[in-house]
């Protein structure tokens, strides 16, 4: 008994996906240099990066439709082989892979015959579907004559039938309208809540930020940075916030704070801003200098990510 239960305890310690050092390159290019990541259990894990980088190359690889050159890929603690073997997972492409003819119902019984779904099981996975998706209304009508985030969700939906452990997802929002991404998002949160472990490609730092529990950022074919938000903040641009004062005329130089835009802006780094911004302005106004605007910017993945990379995502 106790044996079984210490079995039990070191699987559920299992990552999810463990990759680590794995290269793939297409002729002169190297698409992924040395890359890794670990997708722990339960977690919504971003992986991040500008175009480019190797994101696409990195999931093909984890879902078996690319075979890297080297490196090392398990599953739930057990290395995967070049292809088969990944039933616990589901993928969605980042192009849509839709038959345009079919109705959503016939393409997620298509899907779901491609996951092995038969009968009554296909029957209950393609209602729950369309029910997850919010498309049952819809179900009966052509996808080619969606909207672009109609498509998106039921792609989705063709990666999920079969409800794996673990959902990798390549750019899910891409191209789709608000009202479509929130949707998304609720849908992933549903799966999230039932215990899936989520793998979500992104160029985009808010959804990072807001929808993953930890970040990856991905850079020229290898990760540079991993874990949450606070811990990647904490080990590159530090904690302290950067608070402009904008003064009415160009002002004096003042310890322990920098001259920017023209000597018209002192800027100051705080660890503490109710506990050091009071003495901040009263020092300012002493040495004769009159602040007519002020901004704190606290440290953000944008900074993270600059700070890293030397330059903006979006290039
Ligand atoms: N099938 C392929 N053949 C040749 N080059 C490829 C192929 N797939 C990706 N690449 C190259 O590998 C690099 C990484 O691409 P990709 O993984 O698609 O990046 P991302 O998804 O982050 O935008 C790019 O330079 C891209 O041009
Ligand atoms: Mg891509």
Redesign the pocket.
Known sequence: MSDRIATLGSVEAEAALMVRDVVKR??L?T?LDHAGLELRRGERLALL??????????VRCICGRAVPDAGKIEMLGRRLPPSGGRHELGFVP?EIALYPDLTARENLEAFGRFHGLTGSKLRQAVDWALEWTGLADRAGDLTKTYSSGMKRRVNIACGVLHRPLILLL?EPTVGVDPQSRDRIFTMLDELWGQGTSILL?T?QLEEAEQQCDRIVI?DH?HAIAEGTLAELIANTVGTKRKVIFTLAEAGPKLDGMTTDGDGRELVAEVEDVALELPDLLIRIRESGARVRDLEVHPPSLHSVFIHLTGRELRE
């Open positions: 297409f002729g290019t698409a990066g500008p175009n480019g980088a190797g994101k696409t190359t990195l980042q390549d490609t160029h991905i074919g």
